[in-house]
DNA sequence: CGTCCTTGGAGAAACGTATCTTCGACGTTC
DNA sequence: GAACGTCGAAGATACGTTTCTCCAAGGACG
């Protein structure tokens, strides 16, 4: 009697026969071992074709399917990757940079799939008992702020982690981040070639690394070329206080003549309170902001806004987690065959490596003082999208 | 020598020391057995608050995390649920219900983890290794197509699946959807009350339930009130057919006076049309289309949208689900305290339990003339919906 | 003819947990 | 004083894979 036919026969008394078929199940029916069986679905060990074939095809009939759980357990890779977004009071998600979060999201999944794993989303503030619960092969973590307990936990847990937005403080496998100090400064210049004298900032005031540093930029160029200040800082994850805020800039005695706005609905805000105020967007307000929502090519006057290719950045993040996951780096020339793979490590002293990624600027009649032709614009101008 | 110092000696002497603890070396750090260890854990067994907090301080000093892999092996839960969407084309997601997908997952996410329960995404199409990489405890289905295979498979397995949308043909454990025909009849009706006499629908031409369900109420409507149906239809997951198909309907020698349009773009690009033959609205055009958005609250006019409540379905499709995998409802007064949490399976006859949920509809400017007076009552459909 | 290499495959040991079963010790009760 | 219930905890098993190790058979080759 074959050991086959002996764990079968466990089985069987062991349990219903209502179960899903095991690989032992297979084994049997196929009259060959479980080891057999494993490789001939995983494509590995010596087999001529045609065992790989017959098992393939008794596995087929008998609707097996590999237990994820003890393959995970066995293999220590789940093929998941957490997408860890930090959020503002109660809401699960960021809800100020949700387009950009929505298209990030939308493209890290994507290259996730691509490469055989799964996202799973996880606030950061989750119970801790959830975070635990799932095994996880790494964590992509958008906007980490300073010393975030999380990260720090996963990172020297041996997850490997990177982060979405520079990180303050926290260590990290890699980065990847917008240019936020260059893009500030083009659209600074692009307003202030459109011939704005004094230019606003609506910013926030929380102290995430894309507020920060988008501001400092700010406050920089303005110390450079002479120009004081004007800005108003709101909670950017307030929907409402936007448009306060929006008003707020715009009746101030020093009232800019060109706004950009850090934020998704600061364009329409803004034109909301330029309107309130008698103010004609571009001829006496030239204006920008920082959105992925494509309803900014249809308002009135079409805005410009800085878009920050969200699925650039979500599709980057993530091969660069699973490389990490998949030990690209870190191979140090380990055996090849041994049982764990490598878990990814930085190399030791220097800072975690980080990408910076190029905004895009799409000009609308917003930041444009003198278009010839103001007539109304065809359909679809074809360049855009 | 006890059994835990063995334990821990086989452990020292087969792997590295740099491994993360295991349950093991808790229990011989706390010189208890790793059953013990377990249960104080877990809150389980017949154990006094002392060894209990004792146990726990000694795993909290070693760091030790559970693995999820093996208790997911060993329980037979993962704590993961899917949410699958339908894909059109390339593209992951859906693109047209997409303010409403992010919202609904939104939700469904805050739903699932309140309940200690992970969202993974996982799109329709994905390979087929990837499906069966993951451990599910069920799965949320988006807008299932008709005989949808992948459904029928995970049915079939035993995985609890909850639609969201009402399914055509395939078995669901449970499914939710809003009330489309109620919705649209809503909606004519409210058109006609504002003096609409030619209603016309921007449409779809996809064969989901969404659809479907509201084109037929629409025929319907117009059959019973003796308008001769104006409608237009379009692949709805290409965003530039849109425009087309808005420009069409307003191009139309029957031209309507009311349009509504069942997909969240299709409010800005009747709207651009509309300014391009010059039509007012509402004067000349009444206008709702069905959108999450509220960017139609600061268009000019602000347009009149149907909400589909996206995150009250959400958060009803994942209690339903946990309730079905948690197995709420199949009980059948089995042995408590057994090893495997009973499958959730249907009674066995009926159709699946359906849910209808109420939309919203938001009035704004678009679909009310502003002289009140003029207001033709229209055929009065009678009451029976 | 013995040795060695290659092919094809079987055995068995983990992976780390949860839980079923068992077992001693210690009152309690009749 | 013996049977009994309860408390506290240890032992052992199984969850279903993957993979390391090893073995048998059959040429090839000296």
Redesign the interface.
């Known amino acids: 009697m074959t050991a086959a036919a002996n764990q079968n026969g466990r089985r069987a008394t062991a349990s219903r026969r209502l179960e899903?078929a095991g690989i032992r199940d297979v084994a049997a029916a196929a009259g060959v071992s479980i080891t057999t069986v494993s490789d001939a679905l995983n494509g590995k060990g010596r087999l001529p074709d045609e065992t790989r074939s017959r098992v393939r095809e008794v596995a087929e009939r008998l609707?097996y399917?590999?237990?994820?759980?003890?393959?995970?357990?066995r293999t220590?890779r789940?093929?998941?990757i957490g997408l860890t977004v930090t959020t503002y009071g109660e809401e699960?998600?960021t809800f100020t940079e949700?387009a950009y979060f929505?298209e990030m999201a939308?493209a890290a999944?994507?290259a996730a799939?691509g490469r055989?794993?799964?996202?799973?989303?996880?606030?950061a503030s989750?119970?801790h008992?959830?975070w635990?619960?799932?095994?996880l092969d790494g964590t992509v973590v958008i906007d980490p702020p300073d010393q975030d307990p999380l990260v720090t936990e996963l990172y020297r847990?041996?997850v490997p982690v990177v982060s979405d937005g520079k990180p303050g403080n926290c260590p990290v496998t890699a980065w990847v981040d917008n240019d936020h100090e260059a893009a500030v400064l083009g659209i600074l210049e692009h307003l202030s070639e459109a011939g704005a004298r004094r230019i606003g900032l609506l910013t926030g005031t929380s102290t995430d690394t894309y507020t920060r540093l988008s501001t400092e930029a700010y406050l920089a160029w303005c110390d450079r070329v002479g120009q004081e200040p004007v800005y108003e800082a709101y909670p950017a994850h307030d929907p409402a206080a936007g448009a306060v805020a929006a008003d707020r800039l715009l009746a101030r005695p020093d009232r800019p003549d060109a706004v950009y706005g850090l934020f998704d609905p600061n364009g329409?805000d803004l034109?909301?309170a330029a309107r309130r105020y008698g103010l004609r967007v571009p001829d006496d307000l030239l204006l920008v902001c920082c959105s992925e929502?494509d309803?900014y090519a249809?308002t009135?006057p079409p805005i410009t806004t800085l878009s920050l290719k969200p699925r650039r950045i979500g599709t980057t993040v993530v091969n660069l987690l699973i490389d990490a996951i998949e030990g690209v780096d870190a191979g140090s020339g380990s055996v090849p065959g041994r049982l764990f793979p490598p878990r990814y490590r930085t190399a030791g002293t220097g800072p975690p490596p980080g990408t910076l990624m190029p905004t895009e600027l799409i000009v609308r009649a917003s930041s444009q003082r003198r278009s010839p032709r103001t007539t109304?614009s065809p359909?679809?101008p074809p360049g855009e999208v």
């Open positions: 899903r609707g399917r590999p237990s994820a759980a003890a393959r995970t357990l220590g789940s093929g998941l699960p998600f949700f929505a939308r999944t994507s799939l055989g794993y799964a996202l799973v989303v996880l606030p989750s119970r008992d959830v635990s619960n799932i095994a847990s041996g329409t034109l909301a929502s309803v249809n009135e109304v359909p679809r």
